[in-house]
């Protein structure tokens, strides 16, 4: 099963999800002019992509470039070869629009390697993408004028 849920945050996603679910949670911080996605479960290629997607569309809505990935709960990200598909991606769909993500790690070590994989494939690509430990850290950098 998969569930999208679009909120005013905070919203706890424990509160719905059992272990076998995967689901993204979609809010927007007025008070920071952040999109924030939050990531449960294991992630196909197929799953992540369109997670992707409506991210931006709804950060594009709100009139902000400013994500906030909390992939804590994230179980499995897919291959090396699907995160260098998703930074490729991200070229044909951001020719005028810079985005700034910060991203919190997952717990799973296997997830946190390839999301600092794809850190550096979006950084090459020219986006401004950071991973981080802890949400204050995320928070701090995201919302930073540098």
């Known amino acids: 099963m998969f569930l999208y849920i679009y909120a005013i945050c905070p919203l706890s996603l424990s509160e719905i999800l059992n272990e076998n679910t995967m689901a993204v949670k979609i809010c927007y911080h007025e008070d ?35 994500l906030l990935g909390d992939c804590k709960g994230l179980s499995d990200n897919g291959s090396l070869v699907d995160i260098y598909s ?17 991203i919190i790690l997952p717990e799973n070590k296997e997830a946190a390697k390839n999301l600092k ?24 950098w ?3 004028e540098n």
């Open 32 to 66: 920071i002019k952040v999109v924030e996605t939050v990531y449960v479960g294991p992630f196909p290629k197929d799953e992540l992509f369109n997670s992707v997607t409506q991210t931006l569309e709804f950060a594009l809505e709100k009139n902000t470039l400013l």
């Open 117 to 140: 994989f794809y850190e550096t494939t979006c950084i090459n690509r020219g986006f401004d993408v950071k991973v981080f430990s802890d949400r204050e850290s995320a928070v701090s």
């Open 142 to 144: 995201l919302i930073s």
């Open 86 to 102: 998703l930074a490729e991606y991200y070229l044909t769909i951001f020719e005028s629009h810079k985005f700034k993500e910060a």
